[in-house]
């Protein structure tokens, strides 16, 4: 509960930050959780209050909030060198040492790297890229970029243009030429007496129909999560990439896989594609790439789109893009080490990807467990990400009516229980770091079927 007086950190905190995603009745009823510090899988608020972050933050903090090997990763490069740029034909060290190693880690031979301050600017990148290069090769219509309903993919304004959200109608988004598909999620998306092999090939056909209608030389790319992650944790039904891959294929459109949330792990694959089985053009990474702890993102171009567009940069002897810190040497420096420590093991440590691995089955014993619940719907996901969704009707899957806010009051009564979930929709979504044990397993499910119950109580009487 927010303190009364002018001087606490929740008043401060209302004071004079303002904030984005955040259901502000909420807060102004509850107040701001004011954090200070992480330890392990938890993070501990001004009141000394702490709770299982069952979120790694906002899903990039995997490897939890007191890694001592990263922490001393950045210290060393910041002692060592603290901040470049990669303009002008310089670049440091560690930026050279980066894309060597994801050059190496891409599902492809002689990867290029671009990077970018996040996830959001690695998207406009990308566009501006093809944009870039559909000019040079004399095709200066090819400039759609095809997404899906319910897909992220940031926040700036072409990224927002991407993203497949109703909410950036405020911003008069999305952009002419941002075109959003139908949504993968057979349990929602599915027609009555369509089976999940129907319901795939129907998205196929609409691809199809849509490269059609709108003519293939006008689109860029197919930009897609390969398990979408803010749109509620959807993995997409069936052999849906094996369907869609060779319509791109046939049309000449690079399918871009956005591996912000499933890069460098989350699903037990380094990337979410080889999760799902295809083989993508290019790769957008961020989030896992350097653990949560520097903020950066990285165009990962596969060999054909990378020639191409140096032929075309060749031509006019430079592309003219890049941000002051592309390419940090701090940033570089900590995604070394925090590939090291998700997919090699450091400093005597296992794998944290082998951990996701093992967490895996105990999770989603965990997840059908609480699915089984009258108001729960359906679970979902992969690897350790996943997704409840709560249902007023099991049988007909109706949603709750809206004003109850459900999933706001289920996150609410697992913040009061000392865990921290995330309401999507009407859904709650988990995406624990990858360093979490069998107790703090138990201690998530455990917290989030009291709060289940708790609210359920409430709204279904
Ligand atoms: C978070 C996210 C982004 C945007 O990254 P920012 O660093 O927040 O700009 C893009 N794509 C996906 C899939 C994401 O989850």
Not at 57 to 81: E, I, S, T
Not at 152 to 173: C, Q
Not at 313 to 331: L, N
Not at 409 to 422: H, P
């Amino acid at each position: 509960m927010p303190e009364d007086h002018a001087n606490s950190w929740e008043a401060r905190a209302a004071a004079h930050s303002f904030y984005g995603f955040t259901d502000l009745p909420s807060v102004r009823e509850r107040g701001t959780v004011v954090v200070t510090h992480g330890e392990g899988a938890y993070v501990v608020d001004t009141h000394g209050r702490r709770y299982l972050d069952a979120n790694s933050g906002l899903w990039n903090m995997v490897a939890g909030f007191d890694h001592p090997g990263l922490a001393a990763a950045a210290k060393a490069q910041y002692d060592r060198f603290p901040g470049y740029h990669a303009f002008f034909g310089r670049m440091s060290d560690q930026t050279v040492m980066l894309s060597e190693r994801l050059a190496a880690l891409a599902p492809f031979n002689d990867a290029k790297v671009f990077y970018t301050n996040s996830g959001s600017e690695a998207n406009d990148t990308l566009v501006k890229m093809l944009w870039f290069l559909a000019r040079a090769e004399g095709q200066p219509a090819r400039r759609k970029i095809l997404t899906r309903k319910n897909a992220y993919h940031g926040v700036t304004a072409v990224s927002a243009s991407m993203t497949g959200k109703p909410y950036n109608e405020v911003f008069g988004l999305p952009l002419d030429g941002f075109i959003h598909l139908t949504c993968p999620h057979y349990w929602r998306e599915g027609r009555p007496g369509e089976s999940e092999a129907q319901f795939t090939r129907r998205l196929a056909e609409e691809l199809d129909e849509v490269i059609t209608r709108e003519g293939p030389e006008t689109i860029a790319a197919f930009v897609a999560e390969p398990v979408m992650g803010a749109g509620g944790v959807i993995p997409p039904s069936e052999g849906y990439f094996q369907a869609i891959q060779p319509i791109l294929k046939r049309h000449g459109i690079p399918l871009v896989s956005d591996e912000v949330i499933c890069g460098f792990g989350r699903t037990g694959e380094v990337w979410g594609a080889d999760a799902l089985g295809f083989t993508p053009d290019a790769i957008i990474a961020s989030k896992a790439l350097t653990a949560g702890y520097f903020p950066m993102g990285a165009v990962i171009l596969g060999p054909e789109l990378a020639d191409r567009l140096q032929v075309a940069v060749d031509a006019i002897e430079e592309f003219p893009h890049g941000f002051t810190a592309s390419g940090h040497p701090v940033g570089c420096a900590v995604a070394l080490k925090a590939i090291e420590v998700i997919l090699d093991g450091a400093d005597g440590a296992a794998p944290l990807i082998d951990n996701v691995r093992r967490m895996t089955p105990v999770f989603e014993a965990g997840m059908a467990r609480l699915a089984q619940h009258p108001h729960i719907g359906e679970w979902r996901g992969r690897g350790l990400m996943g997704a409840l969704e709560a249902v007023a009707d099991k049988d007909s899957g109706t949603p709750f009516a809206g004003h109850l806010s459900v999933s706001e009051r289920i996150a609410n009564t697992c913040t009061d229980l000392g865990l921290i979930c995330r309401p999507l929709g009407q859904a709650v979504v988990l995406c624990p770091p990858f360093i979490l044990d069998d107790g703090q397993m138990d201690e998530m499910f455990g917290k989030l079927e009291t709060a289940l119950e708790r609210v359920f109580a409430e709204v279904a009487g």
